[in-house]
């Protein structure tokens, strides 16, 4: 089976996209059909231009399945395989309210760092024009007082001078070191070749600990799906090996394939997989004990996409204290830079 889709970068729905999903699992709940409630939710939007509506509503009708259809609309992989593999294990009104709740949760988070984010970033736009200005305008007034006075700047004075001519170099290589880094990451993600970009990515240090989290909350929440509809081990690895939306998941899949032909637990074989959790095997071998492996691992994903977004808001909540005390720094700093000078000069005048 071949699920063919690629990947969309915008929205025909804008910021209504959750909404979309949580009315079209409403109306699907309360019996509407398929293809009647994507019928009436597609004249509801006027976020939607005119020419994307009548091709919505015309593709619709000629019965393009809904993960299609989401596609077109421009929804990412992420949500696309969710509602793809719904079609299949039969979860798609538990899977529309997932989906929508996974992307405000994206959007919640986003948001709430940029606004942790916005205000330091303003203020470090401030400090690094007042560091040019007082290194072009002040600090070469300053040195030529002190050369016109046949004297030099001592002690801290000095120390604080030096420091601002380094501060601007020191400025700029971190940002091209920050330039450099996205660079490098993009290149990673632009290969093609999955298991070289999932090795890569196991060995960078905070960008592991997300990459990791989110192919086990991907794995686990659809593996634990077709688990509890019934489907057999094998049956659920060879989907993954055909479909094409994720490859991080073919590629997991082959793995864990192989080892169970080798004889291994599967839980055993998921403590192997470098992409995943290593917590996962724990609760897979509790539920092979228990034969509830399938709530076990929705049972993780869940934890493991909670757990993610609580280190993404610890992160947020601490940036702002920590960028507010450097510039604290460095502003009484350039205070102490202006007002020193001054003082020095008149003690030798003295």
Known sequence: MSLGFTRINSNKLGKYDAHFLIKLAD?????FTMQQSLLFLLEQYDVLKPKDRLQMIEAVREGKSLGKLLKDMGYGNSVIIQIAFSEIHGKVLETLRESARYIEYVRNTRSKLLKALQYPLLLITIFVGLLLTLNFTVIPQFKSLYSAMGTQSEGIVALLIKALDVLPIALLLCFITGVVACTVISAIFSIKDVALKSRIFTKIPLVNYFFTGYQTYRFSREFGYFLNNGLEVKEILDLFIHQEINGYLRYMSESIKDGLMNGES???????VDLLDAKLSVFVSHGEQNSSVGKELIMFSEYTLERLIMYVENITKKI??????????????????IILPIFQMMSAIN
């Open 27 to 31: 109306l699907l709940e309360t019996g």
């Open 266 to 272: 599967l839980s055993l074989v998921l403590g192997e």
């Open 320 to 337: 702002q204290p920590v960028i507010f005390a450097i510039l604290g720094v460095l502003i009484i700093c350039l205070y102490l830079i």
